[in-house]
């Protein structure tokens, strides 16, 4: 019968002494007071940490300290999903090669992303090439672990925004909204270039001058040039959505709008749409009557044709 396996204990009581010397005693000095120093070699390279020797030649360092960071590169890492009782933090973390800015070599210690379960798969933020500092703990001792951990730097905030306004429309907007709110579609036609501008303005924006013929136009279009965007909006019905300009038929400018009924990576040039009014009973004075505009069963319109819309 195999013998059961025995638990064994191997520990310095009190913990190992030893001298670290004037080099590494320096890094480990600075890191007490919460900064960061290499030192130089010969040939101009900065390690961190700092060595006595060059670990390419084996010459010794000439002696010059260079503080460096606090931010550097992440330059690999290991993702660590169940951390283990002798792993500095108890939530699922990175073990990372951080070059510190100023350094030519990196230092391996723990990232911290945030909190996470345990087993959880790594953030799709964590990558080669993130930017980092160093936490400091509040009581150093003049060890490694004088750095409780590297942390992202911040890169990107939410802020709440809103604002609330009142727009006066003037009689040109009025009296589109004025069709819009009984389901007709108007534009102004220019006395010059003879182009019908919809949304109406009351000028034209081409020849600069005042325009007050009306044009009732139709509500097909084709879309001129598009943008897929994949961040939530209110108006559209799923993300990600298409936001298109669409030149009416006899239309001279096009006009922003949604597009949808398609999905957003089958969006083109040239694609004839119409819109989707909202039921009648919802109309009021506002472009909102028009939910979005879907495409139609025509032939793609050739990109010469609107080649000059784009």
């Known amino acids: 019968m195999p013998s059961e396996a025995q638990s064994h204990v191997l520990e310095f009581p009190g ?10 005693g320096r890094f480990l000095s600075e890191l007490r007071d919460g900064r960061l120093v290499g030192v130089r070699t010969a040939g101009g390279r900065v390690l961190v940490p700092p060595s006595e020797y060059d ?34 933090l108890d939530r699922p973390f990175a073990w990372a090669l951080i070059r510190p800015d100023g350094a030519d070599t990196a230092l391996l210690h723990a990232l911290d992303l945030g909190v996470f379960d345990e087993g959880a798969d790594p953030p799709r933020f964590l990558k080669t090439g993130m930017r980092v500092r160093p936490k400091y703990r509040v009581e150093r001792t ?8 590297f942390v992202p730097e911040v890169t990107m905030i939410n802020a709440p925004t809103r604002l609330e306004y009142r727009l006066q429309g003037g009689r040109a907007l009025d009296r589109f909204l004025e069709g819009i709110s009984e389901g007709r579609i108007l534009g102004h036609r220019c006395g010059v270039c003879g182009e019908v501008i919809v949304p109406m303005k009351g000028l034209c924006p081409r020849d600069g001058v005042p325009t007050s013929e009306e044009v009732e136009l ?49 969006v083109r040039m040239g694609m004839r749409v119409k819109a989707v009014w909202r039921p009648e009973n919802e109309w009021g004075r506002t472009m909102a ?8 069963e025509e032939p793609d319109v050739p990109f010469d044709a609107i080649k000059d819309y784009v």
């Open 218 to 266: 139709p509500d097909t279009g084709t879309v001129t040039t598009f943008a897929v965007n994949n961040l939530p909006d209110p108006r559209a019905p799923e993300v990600p959505f298409v936001s298109a300009y669409i030149l009416l038929d006899g239309a001279g400018l096009p006009m922003l709008a949604l597009v949808a009924g398609i999905p957003a990576d089958q």
């Open 142 to 149: 003049g060890a490694i672990g004088d750095i409780e951990c």
């Open 55 to 88: 670990p390419a030649n084996g010459e010794p360092v000439t002696g010059e300290f260079v503080e460096v960071g606090p931010i550097g590169t992440v330059q690999t890492w290991s993702w660590v999903p169940r951390p283990l009782k002798s792993h500095p």
């Open 15 to 24: 913990g190992y002494t030893r001298s670290v010397g004037p080099v590494i």
């Open 289 to 296: 009557n028009i939910r979005w505009f879907a495409p139609i």
